[in-house]
């Protein structure tokens, strides 16, 4: 049983597709399909049930990806300790980021450290906020960045909030309420509402302000692309809750109303807490927060 045969089954636990699991991996798809049968053929038991459409793990799959995941990040607890005595001059950070992060450039981030550290390599993860900690939990991202939840766990993991903006309504020029210099949410509770899907940041604000102003917006299209969002708002199709920073995306001409005591959304730096970072990923860290 082989290092790179139990991170070519994690790969696919987290995946769940051959081709992303071994781009991830950075080998050929038909390398990690064979070291995965020649596992298979090693410990006697089928561990991946493969069909034309998906790719789903056994239970025999899914109990060894578990044992996978703690034995692999022991080993790169070790090798991060070896790489303590030599400092940042090579490694991997994997970063997990919400689509919309509003005034914080986290391209010009990522420049600033590959300028100060040219040997690592650097991964962005594009999710929604609620499987972005689920990977943080897994190791399966170094850090993230996302829009945080009440019920924020926050025994299990560290956060530096890096920006609070406010909500606005974003929604076409005919509409109604579209002349007005600020309106209250509840004024829309007979709109239909475009916003991101299950698992969003900006999806859980939506819903929580609206069940205090009194009522359940009715989802009429989900996207997790805010420049489409606005999109499909400015064309009538519903009205659409965004950060103000979003507001003036390319696209089409809309109004953009303020809301009175709006919402806020965060985004929010994420890391886990009992976790020993490679010096690459803790210099990354190091870095944002600096730089927010």
């Known amino acids: 049983m082989e290092l790179r045969q139990l ?5 696919l636990a987290d995946e769940r597709h051959f081709t992303r699991a071994a781009a991830r991996e950075h080998v050929a798809q038909p390398a990690l399909s064979q070291q995965l049968r020649r596992l298979e ?5 089928s561990l991946v049930t493969r069909t034309t459409r998906h790719v789903e793990l056994t239970e025999a799959g899914e109990a060894l990806a578990r044992r996978a995941r703690r034995a692999l990040a022991e080993v790169d607890a070790g090798r991060a300790e070896l790489d ?3 400092g ?3 490694g991997r950070v994997v970063i997990g980021a919400m689509q919309s992060l509003g005034p914080f450039d986290l391209s010009a981030l990522l420049a600033t450290y590959f300028e100060l550290h040219p040997g690592v390599e650097l991964t962005v993860r594009e999710e929604v906020s609620d499987p972005l900690l689920d990977m943080l939990a897994h190791d399966t991202v170094d850090v993230a960045f996302v829009s945080l939840a009440e019920d924020f766990d926050r025994d299990r993991f560290e956060a530096r909030t890096l920006l609070v903006e406010p909500m606005v309504a974003v929604m076409a020029t005919d509409h109604p309420l579209a002349d007005c210099e600020r309106i209250d ?7 239909r509402f475009i916003t991101f899907r299950e698992g969003a940041g900006l999806r859980r604000i939506l819903l929580a302000a609206a069940a205090e102003a009194g009522f359940v917006p009715q989802i ?5 692309n805010a420049v489409r969002g606005r999109a499909l708002a400015a064309r009538g199709l519903g009205v659409s809750i965004v950060p103000a920073s979003d507001s003036s995306s390319p696209g089409p001409e809309a109004a953009c109303v303020e809301l009175t005591d709006p919402p806020l959304r965060d985004v929010t730096l994420v890391w886990r807490s009992q976790r020993h ?3 690459a990923a803790r ?3 190091d870095l944002a927060i600096e730089r927010a």
């Open 7 to 11: 991170r070519y089954l994690v790969a």
């Open 185 to 191: 949410l509840a004024q829309l509770r007979d709109d």
């Open 283 to 285: 210099a990354f860290l």
């Open 84 to 86: 303590d005595l030599i």
């Open 88 to 90: 940042v001059r090579a």
């Open 220 to 224: 009429a299209f989900e996207s997790n």
């Open 41 to 45: 053929a090693e410990v006697g038991l």
């Open 277 to 279: 970072h490679s010096p």
